[in-house]
Every structure is written in structure tokens, then in C-alpha cells.
């Protein structure tokens, strides 16, 4: 005879059945809540114990429009507070407060300490300006001295380096840059007046005009001089070629030695003709008297004609050494028409020069001068304005250990085990107590085993 079975619906057969199961899959249930529980301690109580200690400041809104002006200009307070918690988290503020810490700790004699960056933080405290700074720590004490140090090193970062070195470094580098400009252009301008020989371009006009006129002057005394002695010495040198030097004109340097013996010769030699025409008048060809008198005559015209010729070699010195002055005041003057011909070139040069000079040397103190201004403006009215609110406030356990989750955690994997158990318990087909082979094979049940052992013992 065979018997029909039907599957069983999980979960039916009352409370009995319910705790069955429980029983039956203990070990799910009881696996899935200690990994559970011990996962979840294990993850809270490893974790040490931090501490936070916090600080509040409050920023001045408004930036100059300029160094030198007193116009403000205003950004968006999104822009400006959320800027201002990354300069709080920057490695500038975060360098200046570990100076700070290390400075008190070096002086109190204690053991310096890091300054951690990633446990630094800052908020905006709602909408406003004031920003709260915080730093975590394992130790209570150095959480409130570092938060200190970060408050202490952003208000030295807005007051000092933030506001006044920008100004500072832009002018340095200006100033700078004027003045290599301005140290070429005059070390130019001095090689061009040692090249040229430039002094003062006026006053040197003036004698080099005056210079040439001079020149002019004495070119032409010396050119008349030198045409009257070339035609003095050209009428000499024709009367010694036709030998009528007697009948030359006296000179007229009479006074000179030289002149007055050869006037003087001239002289003799005019009487002895005159005295020789005389006799030829009286005296035969062939007298003694006349030959005498012939002989008188010659002798004096070789005398004269040596003394001419000494007077033609010495105008001839004469005349060589007026040129050679004429020569030397030729190239005096050529020197100064190129003097004066190269004085447009200079001037045009040398307002070039003077012109950057100038300029640069304006720009200069214009520079000096909107230093200062900056200086003062910024000295008398910071663009920024921070202002301590509250100092490090005394450390606080930061509450790392959720103690809710610890709770929430077993109660959940209980009703997780509970269902895994009766799922697996779903899927397992096998008759497990009387009621089930009763519905299963549709007789009842007389006898079980744990009742015969019940009643055995």
C-alpha cells in the first residue's frame, strides 16, 4: 500500500515546532550572534580613546581693492570662510603653530611634539565669521596645547605674512629692477663720455666754436704769411737766375743783421758800378784802373750773390716752417669741425641717455614713495582683522565607542540567525518528530523511540 506525502509548510506546528527549530539550528543562530557581537567589540574597544579641544576666532570680512587705496572690496561669504577653513588646514599655519609647540616645549624643557595635519580641523560655527579650530589627540594635554599653537599661528599668518609680504616682495622686486635699469643706462651714458670726451655738451660747444674761430683766424694769418713769403722768395730766387740781384727790392725787415749786410753789399756794388761806368769813360779798356774796378765789381756781385743765396735757403726754412704751422693748424682746426660736426650725434645721444635716465630715476622714487604709502596703509589699516573669540577650550573624550550600535548589533544578528536557522530548517526535507510523519503518511503514530527510552529508564 503505498502513501502519499505532502511537503510540510515551514513554520506551522505551534510553539513547540518554533522552539524545535531553535533548537534543531542552535549552532546558526549562535554563530551568526557571537561573530556579531565580537566583531562589533572588537572593531570599538581597539580603537583608543581621543581627545579634541577647540578654539574660536573671528574674521574681519573685506580686501582692499589696492595697496594705496581705501576701497574694500567684498566677496561672497561662502567664498571667504570656506577659503579661510583651508588655511587653517594648510601647511603654512600648520608650520608656524608647530614653531610655536616647539618653541614652549624647548623653553619648559619637555619632549617636542608632531603636529599631525590630518587631525586638524575647523568649521564654521553657523553663518557667521567665526571659525572654530580643533585638533585630536590621544593625550588631553596636547590636544589644547596644539589647538592653542593653531590659533595663535593663524592670527600671525592673517596680521604678518599674509598681509604685508605680498607688498613687500612686489616693491623689493620693482625697486630692484629700477635700479639694475638704472645702474646700465648710467654706466652707458659714462662709457659714451669716455669714448667721446664729453663733459658738458654746452659749455663744450661754445669753446670748440670759439676754438675753430680762432683757428680760422690764425689759418689765414698763416696762409697770407706763407704767400708772402713764397712771392719774396720766388722775385729772389728770379733775380739770382738773371743775375740782377742788385736791382732787387730791399726787404722788409730792414732791421734784421742779415738784411743790413746784404743792403749793405747792394750798396757797394751800386757805388763800384757807377764809379766802374766812370772810368770806362776815362780809362781805356786795357788800364789797370778799369780791370781793378772790373774786378771790385765781380767780386762784390759774387759776395751778393752768396748773401742772396743764403737769404733764399733761409726763406726757404722760413717758408717750410709756416707751413708746417699752417699744417698744424689745419689739423687743429679739422679736429675741431669734427668736434663740432659730431656735436648733433652727441646731443641725440646723449638726451637718449639722459632722457631714460631721468624716466628710470622717476620711476624710482615714485616706487620708494608707494612703498612707504603701502606700508603705512597697511601698518594703520590690515585688510584683515582676527580677533579671539575663545581660547583651546579643556580637552574632551571624543566619544569613539557607540555604545547604541553595540547593543543594536546582537539584537539584529539574533533576528538574522533566526531566520537563516528556519531557512535552512526550510530546506531540510526529513521527518523530525511524530506530528510530521503523522501528516505525512497519514496514520498515526503509536510509539517513538525517545518515548520507549523514557519509559525503559
Known amino acids: 500500500m503505498s502513501v502519499a506525502t505532502t511537503p510540510r509548510a515551514g513554520g506551522q506546528g505551534g510553539a513547540r515546532d518554533f522552539l524545535a527549530v531553535l533548537f534543531r539550528r542552535r549552532w546558526i543562530i ?64 600648520i608650520l608656524r603653530a608647530q614653531q610655536i609647540v616647539d618653541e614652549e616645549r624647548t623653553a619648559r ?21 567665526v571659525l572654530a579650530m580643533s585638533y585630536l589627540s590621544r593625550s ?23 598681509v604685508l609680504q605680498y607688498p613687500k616682495e612686489f616693491f623689493d622686486s620693482e625697486l630692484a629692477r629700477v635700479t639694475t635699469e638704472l645702474d646700465d643706462w648710467t654706466q652707458r651714458r659714462e662709457a659714451f663720455m669716455r669714448s667721446t670726451q664729453t663733459v658738458n655738451l654746452d659749455v663744450q660747444g661754445m669753446q670748440d666754436a ?4 680762432q683757428q680760422n683766424l690764425e689759418l689765414a694769418k698763416e696762409d697770407q704769411d706763407l704767400a708772402q713769403k713764397r712771392a719774396a722768395l720766388a722775385s729772389m730766387k728770379n733775380m739770382l737766375a738773371t743775375g740782377a740781384g742788385s736791382e732787387m727790392p730791399f726787404s722788409t725787415d730792414a732791421g734784421a743783421s742779415a738784411d743790413f749786410v746784404l743792403n749793405d753789399t747792394r750798396r757797394k756794388l751800386a757805388e763800384a758800378r757807377t764809379r766802374m761806368k766812370e772810368m770806362e769813360t776815362v780809362y781805356v779798356p786795357q788800364s789797370t784802373e778799369l780791370a781793378q774796378q772790373r ?21 726757404q726754412a722760413e717758408i717750410d716752417n709756416l707751413q708746417a704751422r699752417r699744417d698744424q693748424v689745419a689739423r687743429s ?79 539584529f544578528s539574533l533576528i538574522i540567525g533566526l531566520g537563516l536557522a528556519f531557512f535552512v530548517d526550510g530546506l531540510d526535507a526529513t521527518l523530525k518528530n511524530p506530528h510530521e510523519a503523522e501528516e505525512a503518511l497519514d496514520l498515526p503514530v503509536l510509539a517513538t523511540l525517545t518515548e520507549q527510552k523514557r519509559r525503559r529508564a
Open 295 to 315: 774786378a771790385e765789381v765781380d767780386n762784390l756781385q759774387k759776395e751778393l750773390t752768396a748773401q742772396i743765396s743764403n737769404r733764399v735757403t733761409l726763406a
Open 30 to 93: 549562535g554563530t551568526v550572534f557571537l561573530v556579531t557581537t565580537l566583531t562589533v567589540l572588537v572593531i570599538n574597544f581597539t580603537q583608543p580613546a581621543l581627545f579634541e579641544s577647540t578654539g574660536k576666532v573671528i574674521v574681519k570680512r573685506g580686501e582692499r581693492d589696492n595697496l594705496l587705496g581705501g576701497g574694500r572690496s567684498m566677496l561672497t561669504w561662502q567664498e571667504e570662510l570656506a577659503s579661510e577653513v583651508e588655511v587653517v588646514k594648510s601647511s603654512t599655519v
Open 140 to 162: 588631553p594635554a596636547a590636544a589644547q596645547e596644539v589647538t592653542d599653537a593653531l590659533i595663535q599661528g593663524y592670527m600671525d599668518y592673517r596680521k604678518t605674512a599674509y
Open 333 to 411: 682746426l679739422a679736429d675741431g669741425q669734427a668736434r663740432m660736426a659730431s656735436y648733433p650725434e652727441r646731443t641725440a645721444r646723449m638726451s637718449e641717455f639722459n632722457t631714460h635716465i631721468e624716466a628710470l630715476q622717476k620711476s624710482f622714487d615714485n616706487l620708494a614713495q608707494s612703498a612707504g604709502q603701502a606700508k603705512i596703509s597697511k601698518a594703520t589699516s590690515p585688510d584683515w582683522t582676527v580677533a579671539l573669540l575663545t581660547p583651546a577650550s579643556k580637552a574632551y573624550a571624543k566619544n569613539q565607542r557607540d555604545y547604541v550600535r553595540l547593543a543594536l548589533a546582537p539584537v
Open 109 to 129: 624643557g619637555l619632549k617636542l611634539l608632531h603636529i599631525d595635519g590630518k587631525n586638524v580641523d575647523a568649521i564654521v560655527v553657523g553663518e557667521s565669521n
Open 210 to 213: 670759439d676754438f675753430v674761430r
